[in-house]
């Protein structure tokens, strides 16, 4: 059946363990920033701690932490136990973690609360590339509220030594610039929403036939010449059908264009609902359409393709006063060493035979050669 999503489709260009192994390598790239910036934030803390801002064994401590948080990631992100979730780069959990870090290290040291607002916009900054606006806000609302707390408890431990100027313009600081970065990443979320939709947009003209809504040549050529290497490659069956509106010229001088355009679309409709999931369909040009089947036999592909036949042949027509639309088809397997090129020439041998031998049949690349009419 066609892909709802108008694109080309990726397996059409990357097999399928290959694009899922860039995308791992791409999540754990995004792991490895995390923990440079976990690195970088320890190595900050121990300035502070050699300048006696922060007590040595509060630095192990968060050092402690900071160890444990990476290796749990690590772990999940190695056995992919983060692929279970909506969002195998566990986002939000590595947000979460980090804001929660950030709340301990102001709780263990009283001096380390100039670290809060730069630790924040960087969490920001990870976030807003990821995370859609209600997902952001809600994860400002944490951060708020685990500052909170922490400021609190720094009052109740500090309270004979705290700078309370120090500490209110501090807390202004964090919340204006939490919830200034909060808008920022809302809007850069929002205009990747929209570059997303007009990648799309432009995909779909790319890729897409703009009458019938199906792969367009081009696409489907890719596709097909994927479908070859992938069964070179595995040795797998392969085949290929090509369709032929019958007598369209007739229709288009008879009823108009506009009717034979609801003729493609109907035809066109008829063949995405009919195959399977796996199987492609593509405006091969005019009134022809190609059929790819992968892991398919000829005889499998023969009942298939008959029963394509007799289904568009029961459709509602749209010719009044006439008949059902009808269609030939032309059907070949692939042949161990054959490019796609020769694969579709024998197809439409097969669907010339078709037509010659009175049109709405299935012919294949192996049945003998009917004399023309």
């Not at 200034?180 to 890729?207: D, H, K, M, P, V």
């Given at each position: 059946m066609q892909p709802p999503t108008p694109h080309v489709p990726i397996a059409a260009r990357y097999p399928a363990a290959a694009r899922q192994h860039a995308f791992r390598l791409l999540r754990l790239r995004r792991f490895g920033m995390a923990l440079l910036t976990y690195v970088l934030g320890f190595a900050l803390l121990s300035v502070c701690a050699l300048l006696g801002l922060l007590p040595t064994a509060a630095l192990l401590r968060v050092g402690g932490l900071f160890l444990l948080i990476n290796i749990a990631l690590g772990v999940a992100f190695a056995s992919g136990w983060n692929e279970r979730w909506a969002d195998p780069s566990l986002t939000l959990l590595q947000m979460g973690l980090a804001v929660s870090s950030v709340a301990v290290i102001l709780v263990v040291g009283r001096s380390t609360q100039f670290v809060a607002a730069p630790f924040y916009s960087v969490l920001f900054v990870f976030g807003m590339l990821q995370l859609r606006p209600r997902q952001i806000a809600g994860m400002t609302l944490y951060l708020l509220l685990s500052y909170a707390l922490a400021l609190a408890l720094r009052l109740e431990l500090f309270q004979d030594v705290l700078d309370l100027r120090i500490e209110a313009v501090t807390a202004a600081l964090?919340?204006?610039?939490?919830?200034?970065?909060?808008?920022?990443?809302?809007?850069?979320?929002?205009?990747?929403?929209?570059?997303?939709?007009?990648?799309?947009?432009?995909?779909?003209?790319?890729?897409?036939?703009?009458?019938?809504?199906?792969?367009?040549?081009?696409?489907?050529?890719?596709?097909?010449?994927?479908?070859?290497?992938?069964?070179?490659?595995?040795?797998?069956?392969?085949?290929?059908?090509?369709?032929?509106?019958?007598?369209?010229?007739?229709?288009?001088?008879?009823?108009g264009h506009a009717i034979g355009d609801q003729v493609l679309k109907a035809v066109a409709s008829c063949l995405a609902t009919s195959v399977r999931a796996e199987d492609h369909v593509g405006r091969f040009g005019g009134e022809e359409f190609l059929l790819i089947l992968p892991a398919t036999s000829l005889s499998q592909a023969t009942v298939l393709t008959e029963r394509l036949r007799e289904r568009l042949n029961a459709q509602p027509t749209v010719l009044a006063g006439e008949g059902p639309v009808t269609a030939s088809f032309g059907l070949a397997d692939w042949r161990n060493g054959e490019v796609a090129g020769a694969l579709v020439h024998r197809a439409d041998q097969a669907l010339y035979r078709a037509k010659a031998a009175g049109r709405n049949r299935v012919e294949t690349s192996s049945s003998q050669p009917a004399a023309c009419e």
């Open positions: 964090v919340v204006g610039s939490s919830v200034w970065f909060a808008i920022a990443a809302g809007y850069i979320s929002n205009l990747r929403t929209r570059l997303r939709e007009s990648r799309q947009q432009i995909q779909a003209l790319a890729t897409r036939d703009g009458l019938t809504g199906l792969w367009n040549r081009r696409c489907i050529d890719v596709t097909l010449d994927a479908a070859v290497q992938h069964a070179a490659r595995h040795g797998t069956p392969l085949c290929v059908v090509l369709v032929d509106v019958d007598h369209f010229k007739h229709v288009n001088d008879r009823h």
